[in-house]
């Protein structure tokens, strides 16, 4: 059962608009989320994460969103660069403290058009 | 950023070998963490570590073993290597917070 769901396996968009990319998540019980991307053939780079008692946090271009309510957070990437084009893994942490596992999705492959 | 280490990067090995993926980190990190992923697929947990001489199996079951003899290393074997361990090998360590670093990764293809 995937607790972690990135349900649009692509996403294209124009070079300077925006990125949305979405994740949503079955477990209540997560409380720290995290987005990861990733080139071919690298590993995955930290970009940003958001706490649960957050809804917003931002970082330059990036910002992610949280809504519990509806276990949905979002990326947004403005304005959204050739150099963004990678796959974007959704990931989020269990409530039992700092040594709780990571739980991914499966990626989002972002496409940004020159 | 973050110093963590994968070898080899690509390998390619018949059926029935031992093979050995290595993993190192120079951060002092005492979590460490095996991941496996395929194409189009979530990274899955095979194996991970909180600290020396700690080692516990993740969510996916795998036929690999690990060891954590040292703090900086944490190597990944497979003693008999088959088709099915065709896959990307990723390497993360954490200092206790949320955030994961990974190591480039090691694309396994056993025929």
């Known amino acids: 059962d995937q607790q972690v769901k990135q349900n649009s396996p692509s996403l294209s968009v124009q070079e300077g608009r925006i990125s949305i990319l979405n994740c949503d998540y079955t477990n209540s019980m997560f409380d720290y989320f995290l987005w990861y991307k990733k080139y071919p053939a690298e590993g995955p780079t930290f970009l940003i994460s958001?706490?649960?008692?957050?809804d917003k946090n931002e970082d330059g271009r990036f910002t992610v969103f949280l809504n519990k309510s509806a276990k949905h957070l979002s990326l947004h990437i403005v304005p959204s660069q050739p150099g963004d084009s990678a796959v974007y893994f959704c990931?989020?942490?269990?409530?039992?403290?700092?040594?709780?596992?990571?739980?991914f999705g499966k990626g989002i492959t972002l496409s940004v058009r020159p | 950023e973050a110093d963590i280490y994968q070898t080899p990067r690509y390998l390619v090995i018949g059926t029935g070998k031992k093979i050995t993926l290595e993993c190192s980190q120079t951060m002092g990190h005492d979590k460490m963490y095996w991941y496996q992923q395929d194409p189009g697929m979530e990274l899955h947990l095979i194996h991970y570590s909180y600290g020396v001489n700690s080692t516990e199996k993740g969510d996916l079951s795998s036929e690999s073993t690990v060891s954590r003899i040292r703090t900086e290393h944490f190597p990944l074997t497979l003693e008999s290597a088959r088709p099915s361990h065709t896959s990307q090998y990723l390497c993360?360590?954490?200092?206790?917070?949320?955030?994961?670093?990974f190591g480039a990764g090691t694309r396994l293809s056993v025929l």
């Open positions: 993360a360590s954490s200092a206790g917070g949320n955030i994961q670093y």
């Open positions: 990931a989020a942490r269990g409530a039992a403290g700092a040594n709780s596992k990571l739980t």
């Open positions: 958001i706490s649960s008692i957050k």
